[in-house]
T-cell receptor, first 114, second 110 residues
């Protein structure tokens, strides 16, 4: 069974704090993704990575950064959390695009910034 | 960039058939996915299409027309547990970027 594990299910942080969301996958996938999901807006891509140390901006990268030092781990960083970053954050991983490769999702982290 | 459109909500009756449409515009195309998401849960994979035509998997089928930028998900013999959001997602060929539509919330009624 593929497993994508996010470090926390629920987080509450204060405005201005630096926040780390961690994601680990155990399937040796090349591609990893961070999305946020908000009512009425669906899943929006923040950043993705197609290899170690490689990262690409998604559709809404402002206010976020990422780190991928090892293949299995993809971290999302909020340098200075703001209330508009309160959301559900979902990490996903997937394999090589040459194959029929679905993205597997973690269970999500519900972040509240107060 | 990518633009994906799908209806916001649909209602269907238990035992019936429902078709959820998805249209997309993309600068590069390398596959279309359908995911199911129950409330407060993570999305789970339903189907993948990269060539034109119909892919059938049990009660669920997915169709793709690349020339029209169009896909649909067909759910047969609807069950109450099929009440969920259905997400259409398109993969960009160059960077494996996967972009989702806003999802269609399906309510199955008795």
């Amino acid at each position: 069974d593929v497993k994508v594990t996010q470090s926390s299910r629920y987080l509450v942080k204060r405005t201005g704090e630096k926040v780390f969301l961690e994601c680990v996958q155990d399937m040796d996938h090349e591609n990893m993704f961070w999305y946020r999901q908000d009512p009425g807006l669906g899943l929006r891509l923040i950043y993705f990575s197609y290899d170690v140390k490689m990262k690409e901006k998604g559709d809404i990268p402002e206010g976020y950064s990422v780190s991928r030092e090892k293949k299995e781990r993809f971290s999302l960083i909020l340098e200075s959390a703001s209330t508009n970053q309160t959301s559900m954050y979902l990490c996903a991983s997937g394999g090589d695009g040459a194959l029929n490769t679905e993205a597997f999702f973690g269970q999500g982290t519900r972040l509240t910034v107060v | 960039g990518q633009n994906i459109d799908q209806p916001t909500e649909m209602t269907a009756t238990e035992g019936a058939i429902v078709q959820i449409n998805c249209t997309y515009q993309t600068s590069g195309f390398n596959g279309l996915f359908w995911y199911q998401q129950h409330a407060a849960e993570a999305p789970t994979f339903l189907s993948y299409n990269v060539l034109d035509g119909l892919e059938e998997k049990g009660r669920f089928s997915s169709f793709l027309s690349r020339s029209k930028g169009y896909s649909y998900l067909l759910l047969k013999e609807l069950q109450m547990k099929d009440s969920a959001s259905y997400l259409c997602a398109v993969r960009d060929g160059r960077y494996q970027k996967v972009t989702f539509g806003t999802g269609t919330k399906l309510q199955v009624i008795p």
